[in-house]
C-alpha cells in the first residue's frame, strides 16, 4: 500500500480523502489494522492500482492469542485492571495479529482510564478509534468515541459532552442501534451534564442509560450511574433519594471491589452526610474515601476528595486541618491542570481565611478563584463563587463590594437580564 501511495505521488491524507484520515491509513500501510473492503477499494481508486495489487495472504491466527484476548476483556470486566494493562502489554509488544490490535488498545486503554491514568490511555485511544474507522467498525467506533468523551470528562476538559453526543449519534445511526453501547453512551452524556451542573438533564439521561440496559445488567457501570444520580439529586436538594443511590453504588461497589471508584462513591455519600449535619458519618466515608485513594495511588480526582475533607473540617471548627486539605488539593489539582478543581480550591482557602479573620487573604483566594472560573467559562460555579463571596463580604460589613459581587451573580445566572433593564430604563426616561 505504501508502495502504491508513493508510486501515484500522494500524501497520508489525499489518500483518505473523503473516506478515512490520515492516521487510518498510516496504520493500514505499516499493519497495525486491516483495511474494510469499501476502504480498499476507495485506496485503490486514488493510487490508480486494482484491488488485487493490495491482496495478500493475510495467514493464519493461532487459538492462544484468540485465548488471550478474550482473558483480557474478561480481566477488564471483572476488574483486575493491574493485570489486564500487564497482560495488554505484552500482546502489543508480542506484535499480535494487525486485526486485534484495536480491540487490544481500547481494552488496555479502559483498564489504564478505570484506574484514573489518562495520560497512558489518550494515545492508545486515539489508535484503537484510527483502527475501527479504517475497518469500518460502528460499534466500536462509537464505544472509542465514548471512551475518549469519559478521558475528557475525567481530565474536566470542556468538550467532553460535544465528543459524548458525537459517540451517541454514531451509535444511533447504526441499525440496529447496540443497547448496551447506546447504555454505556447515555451515561456518559450524563457524567458531562454533572460536571456542567446541568443537574436535570444528569438525571434525565441516567435514567434513559438504566432504561436502555434493559436485560443488559452491568453492574459497575450501574454502580457508576447510581453515583451519578445521586450527586445530581444532592446538587438539587433531594438529599434522601441522594442517599439511596449512593448507598446502592458502595454496596455494589464493594461487591465488585472496585477500590477506584469505590473511593469516589464514599466520598460522595460522606457529602450527603455532611449536608444532613451528621459530621461523625460523614468522617467516616470521608476517611474511607481518603484511604481508598492512598492505597489505588489514584490522582485524577483525589482533589475533590481533599477539598471534601476541608469543608468537613472547617464546620468541625479545625482551620489549620482544613487549610492543610485545601492547600494540599490545590497543588495537586494545579500540576494535573485541573481547572475548575484549581479554582475550587481557591475558593476552599478563602473560606478557611474568612473563619480565621484574615480579610486579605479572603480577598485574594476569592480573586483567583472568581477568575479561574470565569477563564473556563463555568458559569454556574462562577455564580456559585460570587454569592459565597457577596456573603461573606455582607457580613464583614462592606455592603457596596457585596453588592457588586450579588449583581455579577444575578448576571452570570441571567445572561442579558441586566442590560435589558438598563435599556427599559433608558427607554422610560426617553418616553418621560
Known amino acids: 500500500m505504501k508502495q502504491a501511495r508513493q508510486e501515484s505521488g500522494l500524501s497520508l491524507a489525499q489518500v483518505g480523502k473523503g473516506h478515512v484520515t490520515a492516521p487510518a491509513i498510516y496504520l493500514i500501510e505499516t499493519g497495525r489494522t486491516r483495511p474494510s473492503l469499501p476502504t480498499l477499494e476507495h485506496i485503490a481508486h486514488r493510487t490508480n492500482k486494482p484491488v488485487e495489487f493490495f491482496l495478500a495472504d493475510p495467514g493464519g491466527t493461532t487459538d492462544s492469542s484468540q485465548a488471550a484476548l478474550a482473558e483480557l476483556e474478561a480481566m477488564v470486566g471483572d476488574g483486575r485492571f493491574e493485570q489486564a494493562i500487564a497482560l495488554g502489554r505484552s500482546l502489543l509488544e508480542l506484535g499480535s495479529s494487525a486485526h486485534r490490535l484495536g480491540r487490544i488498545r481500547y481494552l488496555l486503554a479502559m483498564a489504564h482510564l478505570q484506574l ?77 451534564h454533572l460536571t456542567n451542573q446541568e443537574w436535570e438533564k444528569a438525571i434525565k439521561f441516567y435514567e434513559a442509560a438504566i432504561e436502555a440496559a434493559g436485560s443488559f445488567f452491568d453492574l459497575r457501570k450501574m454502580a457508576m450511574m447510581y453515583s451519578g444520580l445521586s450527586a445530581a439529586y444532592q446538587e438539587l436538594g433531594q438529599i434522601d433519594t441522594a442517599s439511596r443511590f449512593a448507598t446502592r453504588s458502595v454496596a455494589l461497589l464493594e461487591a465488585l471491589r472496585d477500590r477506584v471508584s469505590l473511593a469516589r462513591s464514599e466520598n460522595n455519600l460522606g457529602l450527603i452526610h455532611m449536608a444532613r449535619g451528621e459530621l461523625s458519618e460523614a468522617r467516616k466515608h470521608l476517611d474511607r474515601s481518603r484511604e481508598l485513594s492512598d492505597e489505588t495511588d489514584l490522582q485524577v480526582g483525589r482533589s475533590h476528595m481533599l477539598l471534601s475533607l476541608c469543608e468537613l473540617c472547617l464546620q468541625e471548627g479545625n482551620i489549620d486541618q482544613a487549610r492543610a486539605f485545601a492547600q494540599e488539593a490545590l497543588e495537586l489539582a494545579e500540576r494535573l491542570h485541573e481547572g475548575p478543581n484549581v479554582a475550587t480550591a481557591h475558593m476552599w482557602l478563602g473560606r478557611v481565611a474568612d473563619k480565621a479573620g484574615d480579610h486579605e487573604t479572603t480577598d485574594r483566594e476569592f480573586a483567583l478563584a472568581i477568575h479561574g472560573l470565569e477563564q473556563l467559562g463555568t458559569h454556574e460555579r462562577a455564580l456559585q463563587g460570587h454569592g459565597i463571596y457577596a456573603e461573606i463580604l455582607e457580613r464583614r460589613g462592606d455592603v457596596a463590594r457585596a453588592y457588586v459581587h450579588m449583581k455579577s451573580a444575578l448576571q452570570a445566572s441571567r445572561p442579558g437580564l441586566l442590560q435589558n433593564k438598563a435599556d427599559e430604563d433608558k427607554k422610560r426616561a426617553g418616553t418621560a
Not at 125 to 139: K, M, Q, T, Y
Open 116 to 192: 484514573g491514568q489518562p495520560e497512558p490511555a489518550e494515545g492508545l485511544l486515539a489508535e484503537a478509534r484510527a483502527h475501527f474507522e479504517a475497518i469500518n467498525d460502528g460499534v466500536m467506533l462509537a464505544e472509542c468515541l465514548g471512551a475518549e468523551a469519559s478521558l475528557a470528562y475525567l481530565t474536566q476538559r470542556p468538550d467532553a459532552l460535544a465528543i459524548a453526543e458525537r459517540a451517541l449519534a454514531v451509535c444511533r445511526s447504526l441499525k440496529p442501534i447496540p443497547s448496551p453501547t447506546e447504555a454505556r453512551l447515555l451515561a456518559i452524556v450524563a457524567g458531562a
